[in-house]
């Protein structure tokens, strides 16, 4: 099967499992709440099929324009964000004004300023691939960029869309020709600004506590990794079965957003959770090698960062939800319920499958 069928096909499977679990994880959820069982698989579905015309249409829209409009592309993303903060244009939703509201469907502009930033980087690597040894002139300047997308976005603040950009985009960085030695001084930079953020908002203090020893504040800031751990116990080899969740009950909050990782392990156990892993690796290692292969720059920087990006933020959810990391609020690519992120997903296999035309 050539690489760009394979790509897509394994694509659409998951937002098809997504879309399923979405209703299973939800339904009895939104069954309470919208008095509509169906409420927020709907609206996924509409999400997915704008998804699949986005991946179609990208998959022939040439992407050395991404690079030719870069700037504005970027320029586009920094006004929304600026906007979203402003009370009456941006929503505020689980404490973060963070979304553009349309009717009852919401759009995240740091969603889309994630690809932004990846093609500004990839084009900005591609041509300053000699410059970038130099600090002051070569890496500074897109370290600057990132730190100010950075605080605009924690200023709604959105904590987990936050760290999986500024990683997407020093992934790029590590494949580029930098110095090995920048890598040491931006992990202490970045263990100072962890360190500034907990200052500035002690609640954060919390999520690490609750992450170490969950029980400290059971009904607290630990409650919702305990019912994630306990959807995740009993899910054995085979798992309860498709709808027969008990943590959906009402136990865990809103699982069919950040925690429906621990609804498909509780529903269909370990087999459930390796054949998963086997669908996310083939879509991971397919577009790896198509990244590697090509011979322009631009777009070998830009498909590695979009899948770097899709990598990184499914790594973190699991993590999450498994108790290795504190909660970050981040989604599962494909899977979990959000329009926003499932459509920057399948927008970005659509740009990927474009450049993979060349391989």
């Not at 394994?10 to 299973?24: C, F």
């Not at 979990?336 to 499932?342: A, D, E, N, T, V």
Request: positive net charge; glycine residues 10%; aromatic residues 14%.
């Amino acid at each position: 099967m050539k690489k760009s069928l394979l790509i897509f096909f394994v694509t659409i499977l998951l937002g098809i499992i997504g879309l399923l679990m979405v209703y299973s994880s939800s339904s009895i959820w939104s069954e309470y709440k919208f008095e509509d069982a169906f409420y927020y698989v709907k609206h996924q579905g509409i999400f997915f099929i704008v998804g699949i015309i986005a991946i179609l249409f990208l998959r022939k829209f040439n992407y050395n324009y991404y690079k030719k409009y870069a700037n504005r592309i970027l320029l586009i993303c920094f006004i929304l964000l600026i906007l979203v903060l402003i009370p009456g244009i941006g929503q505020v939703r689980n404490g973060s004004r963070s979304w553009f509201g349309i009717g009852s469907f919401g759009v995240q502009p740091s969603e889309l300023t994630k690809i932004a930033l990846i093609i500004f980087t990839a084009k900005y690597l591609s041509n300053n691939e000699k410059e970038v040894r130099n600090f002051k002139n070569g890496i500074l300047p897109i370290i600057i960029i990132i730190g100010v997308f950075f605080a605009l976005i924690m200023l709604e603040p959105d904590f987990g869309t936050g760290m999986v950009i500024v990683m997407t985009l020093v992934s790029m960085l590590f494949v580029s020709n930098i110095k090995i030695s920048f890598f040491g001084y931006t992990g202490l930079l970045g263990l100072l600004g962890i360190v500034g953020l907990i200052i500035v908002a002690p609640y954060r203090i919390n999520r690490i506590v609750s992450f170490i020893n969950p029980w400290s504040d059971p009904l607290g800031s630990g409650f919702q990794i305990i019912q994630s751990l306990y959807a995740i116990g009993p899910g054995g080899l085979f798992g309860l079965g498709f709808g027969n969740s008990i943590q959906k009950h009402f136990y865990l909050p809103e699982p069919q957003t950040d925690f429906i990782f621990a609804i498909i392990s509780e529903e269909f156990g370990i087999m459930g959770i390796i054949i998963l892993s086997i669908l996310f690796l083939t879509l991971f290692i397919s577009i790896i090698k198509i990244s590697i292969n090509e011979n322009d720059l631009f777009a070998k920087y830009l498909s590695l960062g979009l899948i770097m990006g899709i990598i990184l933020q499914t790594i973190l959810n699991i993590c999450v939800v498994i108790g290795l990391v504190p909660v970050t609020g981040v989604t599962l690519p494909f899977i979990s319920y959000g329009g926003s992120s499932l459509l920057v997903s399948m927008a970005s296999i659509g740009i990927i499958l474009n450049i993979a035309k060349d391989n």
